[in-house]
């Protein structure tokens, strides 16, 4: 992940921040299958200019159907309208490789220089500037160091050796790459069952597939394993979900991973240096925002670092403005994994959704 060092004008009200990033993938790859996007995320890669790549090289739309086990839609969730815009759909999907290049031809369509292979090795602050050490043994001074490099953070290592590591949540999470039939439109959400899975277009031809299962214990998922035992969390689901079963094989793009949680206390900054995105609120994917708050956070940052404020004031404003968003979208979606595994009523389940996404639709 990358952990962005800006270099910030003297006059802090200028347009433009100057920016080096520095990535520990030499080839700046990202890995996993599709995403699904929100309304709030899609209205936030708009104010970036990224919403129409989005969509062309997406899929969006603005209705999610829910389904039983059996696979017979029990509910529509249709909002009216579009309530972001009337440019900004209601929901989407995108492959996260393609995701990633978009952002990626932005950045360095920016100007921004991207060093590759390299990570934060160390950081010194000063009083006028921070000074970061770097994997290769070079070095720079920043007026702001930008911790962006994930649930795993290094930089939140060094600027908070103290503080609670990730935990797991209890539910991992499985991910397939599928050919896309042509009835699917939208995103389909199966609940009732055992497990709670779901299936959304991710492009013209393809879809992804998700499912959340209880794994007490967090018990290892041998890779060569993955196809059977998706397939078995699969059994006894109907529709275009249950049609799924049978052709999982290496060509899925399969992936699993456990659900970690983190929400760090505020200050997100110590000095100079401050954390955005996984780095400061790692979530769950029951409300598929984690990629947008992460966004959300950039760009609430450039707007409080070109205030005009001193940079300390600037700081404490970014934090006081995502906290309490952050740490919903953190705790609800833990919630709702809780309810998954207790097997709550669908309703229940749903109405924390629903209550969660009227929330997300606020200003940022």
């Known amino acids: 992940m990358a952990s962005p060092a800006w270099r910030l004008p003297s006059n802090c009200g200028a347009p433009g ?58 509910m529509a969730s249709r909002v009216s309208g579009r ?27 920016s100007g921004t220089a991207v060093r590759l292979g390299v990570s934060v090795a160390s950081i010194q602050h000063a009083a006028d500037d921070v000074a970061v050490g770097f994997t290769d043994g070079s070095s720079g001074a920043y007026d702001l160091v930008v911790g962006a490099d994930g649930i795993h953070s290094r930089v939140r290592g060094l600027l908070f050796p103290g503080a609670s590591p990730p935990a797991f949540t209890g539910q991992g999470c499985w991910r397939a790459v599928l050919p896309r039939p042509a009835a699917l439109d939208c ?6 069952g055992p497990v709670k899975a779901g299936i959304v277009p991710v492009s013209r031809d393809e879809m992804y597939l998700f499912l959340l299962q209880n794994v007490p214990g967090n018990p290892r998922m041998p890779e060569q394993d993955w196809p059977e035992l998706l397939a078995a969390q699969l059994d006894g689901f109907g529709g275009m979900l249950g049609a799924i079963r049978g052709g999982l094989d290496a060509s899925a793009r399969i992936n699993y991973r456990p659900l970690e949680k983190l929400l760090l206390p505020r200050p997100w900054h110590q000095g100079r240096v401050v954390l955005i995105g996984d780095a400061a609120h790692a979530t769950t994917p029951h409300l598929a925002s984690g990629a947008g708050l992460a966004v959300e956070d950039a760009l609430v940052l450039a707007e409080s670092l070109l205030s005009g404020d001193a940079l300390a004031d600037a700081l404490q404003r970014f934090a006081a403005r995502r906290y309490e968003r952050c740490r919903m979208v953190v705790d609800n979606s833990v919630r709702l994994g809780e309810l998954e595994m207790g097997r709550a009523p669908a309703q229940e389940q749903a109405e924390l959704q629903r209550a969660s996404m009227m929330a997300l639709a606020g200003p940022i």
């Open 17 to 74: 921040i100057a920016a080096d990033i520095a990535e520990i993938d030499k080839d700046w790859r990202v890995y996993g299958a599709g995403i699904t996007i929100t309304g709030p995320t899609l209205r936030a890669l708009d104010r970036l200019g990224l919403l129409d790549a989005v969509m062309t090289q997406g899929f969006c739309y603005d209705v999610t159907r829910i389904c039983d086990a059996a696979g017979h839609v029990v």
């Open 83 to 109: 309530p972001l815009g009337p440019r900004i759909p209601n929901g989407g999907g995108i492959l996260r490789p393609v995701l990633h290049r978009i952002l990626s031809e932005a950045t360095r369509a």
């Open 187 to 192: 995103a389909h959400v199966y609940v009732g």
